[in-house]
């Protein structure tokens, strides 16, 4: 029987919000646990990860991704640290579980680095320069139907040093991208903001998402970016703050983007339990993306932000009919012979 053929004996559960089973995964991350009929965890179940060939189609062009998990005492286990553009399906192989046999199970396409909660995917247009005679340049918009948290997107660049331009563009040519760049000899600051509908892009940000749970009751546990910047902005890094109640005081945490030819073909990720400062991720008003202040002409971009946690994969054990009649024909047998005694 190929594995192809196996996803018709499929009995498998994909869970949506659950409260992670790890704690302080290396995402991205798939985890689960392994029950049988509605009774505990099992312990000692083997499992398999395939990332997917690009058909969406579990079948034997799927590469195996390092070596088979076993579920803990709890019946839990966990693939982490894995490609943030890739997707994969888990296996559970056939196998005999205390004496029964079962056939394998096979879950459906998972994506671990799709965010749960997305901040931005830059897919209106909008944009911001500023230049040698107008150093400081702001832009806030509101679109109501655009995947932007709190609404609003506001901007803010500054020319730090150097003769020409920096700027911040959302979605410019079609693409919903949002890109950062300076001129030759140029550094630059840029901010995005995120903190309600206030029209205003000023770097002391209001208050104005609702104490937001970025954790979403526990089902995130950091932030993702997909990202890159060209080889001028070698070091360059990214700051990540949340506010609370006050717009002097936050929590922050930095990345350093990856180097990629300038496109957003890069992931980066920031973990909840690395932010420092006093400001929780389960009650934000206001989030800000700063960049700059390094490299001179750089050119950077950013796909998606969003929050993330491990997805979630469980598997049900049902045991084969064939199985069963053996174990209930050996039951049976077994309380014959104790009659006879």
């Not at 302080?24 to 060939?53: H, K």
């Amino acid at each position: 029987m190929t594995r192809k053929h196996w996803v018709a004996a499929i009995a498998v559960t994909l869970a949506g919000v659950v409260a992670p089973l790890h704690a302080a995964a290396i995402l991205p991350a798939i985890q689960g646990t392994v029950s049988q009929l509605g009774s505990g965890g099992v312990s000692g179940v083997t499992l398999n990860l395939y990332e997917d060939d690009g058909d969406g189609i579990f079948n034997a062009g799927d590469t195996m991704v390092g070596s088979a998990a076993v579920s803990a005492g709890d019946g839990s286990y966990m693939f982490e640290g894995l490609n943030g553009t890739a997707s994969y399906f888990v296996e559970r192989p056939a196998q005999t579980v205390g004496s029964i046999f079962h056939s394998a199970q096979v879950s459906s396409l998972i994506t671990p680095g799709a965010p749960n909660l997305i901040i931005d995917n830059f897919d209106n247009n909008q944009g911001v320069t500023a230049d040698t005679y107008t150093p400081i340049a702001t832009s806030t918009l509101s679109d109501p139907l655009a995947v932007v948290l709190g609404v609003e997107r506001d901007m803010y660049v500054r020319l730090v040093s150097g003769v020409g331009q920096v700027g911040l563009r959302s979605n410019a040519f079609g693409v919903a991208v949002l890109q950062y760049d300076t001129t030759s000899g140029v550094v630059g600051h840029g901010i995005i903001t995120w903190d309600g509908v206030d029209m205003s892009a000023s770097p002391t940000p209001s208050l104005g998402l609702g104490n937001l749970d970025l954790t979403q009751g526990g089902l995130n546990e950091g932030i993702v970016f997909n990202l890159g910047i060209d080889a001028t902005g070698a070091g360059d890094q990214l700051h990540f703050r949340i506010f609370g109640d006050d717009a002097s005081v936050y929590s922050e945490g930095i990345v350093t983007i990856p180097i990629t030819d300038g496109t957003a073909s890069g992931t980066a990720y920031l973990p909840f339990s690395s932010l420092v400062g006093p400001v929780t991720p389960d009650s934000v008003n206001a989030i800000q993306l700063i960049m700059g202040d390094g490299a001179k002409s750089v050119d950077a971009q950013f796909d998606q932000i969003g929050a993330l946690g491990p997805k979630t994969q469980n598997f049900e054990l049902i045991p084969e009919p064939a199985s069963l009649t053996l174990a209930l024909s050996a039951l049976l047998g077994l309380l014959g012979l104790r009659r006879k005694a």
